[in-house]
């Protein structure tokens, strides 16, 4: 008998060395890719950085430069020599007057002085001269804030509801018109008032009328008060947790304060406090001054000074702003620690993270300078006369 035989069939695979190259190039691929998605990733973070920066800058700016073109607009009034501010007995019941910055009252109506500033004042001294301020709201900053004062009427006019020349109505329909304070005024005499005695003000004869008697336009008045806060939601209450107004401590803004461009406004007669736009770090205020020269004022700015003196305020026609905008967010890989931060083109630095000792991640945030010159309209075209 013939024996069986069998023949053999070779098995084919892969070889040690063939799977090591496969896995290595895999692995190169591998790399690559999640290269890729994290360059990607922190590409997708510094754009929405520099955008969210750019957005907060713009809407601090918009606040900002929205008061100062209303400055000094008081009516139809010539200025505000010629409005009467006692005639209905105007007091805000929060003002922002004190012994060291008078007057102690009605220093939101100080009207002769529509543009004003103060610099070096840090959270020892605020509250002594801005008592509308709180100490834990006041963001402690090296050498002390700039603050800028506004004064003017918004130019919403009241609207005459039933077109019959007596805006009684149309200040009734107002939100809280009653404690409201407004301005009214023709180019020789104005008077500002509480909403809820203008009937009484029309019935005496005081309010202003024109020749065909209807009521002449009537405007909300607005007084603003611009700073830093050190947070921008509170952990509990209406003030920030933070140490002593610094960027450490507290639980405000989930642990990481955010410093915060706010301002305190009158909401009817109650001087109170809004928060407007967040990140903005510092803040510099360059004010501009029409000098009084031999052809006399003209309505545009001769010289830029961070501090006029004390005559120097009523001739201030420009402003220019700066702020110093920091990322919402930190950045691990980041750091800011090698730039220096000129805001008012002194060649002297505003910012340094390196100072910053109160908060260690300072130097891991992103940062730019904005700035923009606004004019202050209202009074520059009256002296250009």
Known sequence: MTPLSFSATRQGGLSLVEMMVGLAIGL??????????????????IQDDFARMQ??????MRYIGGSLRMASFYGYAQDGSVINTAIDGVA???????????????????????VYGFIGLTPTNINTTL???AIANYLAVPGGQQILVTRGAIGYRIPDPNADGNLADGLAAQANYATTIYVQSDPSQGLIFYGADFTNLKTAGYTRTLPNGNDIDIFEYAAHVYYIRPCSRFAAGTTCQTTAGTLAGGNDDDGKPVPTLVRQELQGSVMTEVALAEGIERMSVLYGIDNTGPSGPDGIADTFTLTPGPSD??????????????????TAQYDDSGKSYDLNGDNVADYNCNTDVITPAACRYKRKVFSQLFQLRNISQRRGL
């Open 92 to 114: 805000t019941t929060t003002d922002c007057g004190s012994a060291t910055n008078p007057p102690t009252s009605n220093w939101a109506l100080t009207l002769s002085v529509p």
């Open 28 to 45: 190169f691929l591998t790399l690559g890719l999640f290269t890729m998605i994290s360059n990607t990733s922190s590409a997708f973070k």
């Open 131 to 133: 008592p509308c301020i």
């Open 313 to 330: 305020w009523v001739n201030v026609v420009a402003v220019r702003i700066a702020l110093l905008v920091r990322s919402p967010t930190l």
């Open 55 to 60: 957005d907060n800058a713009a809407a601090a």
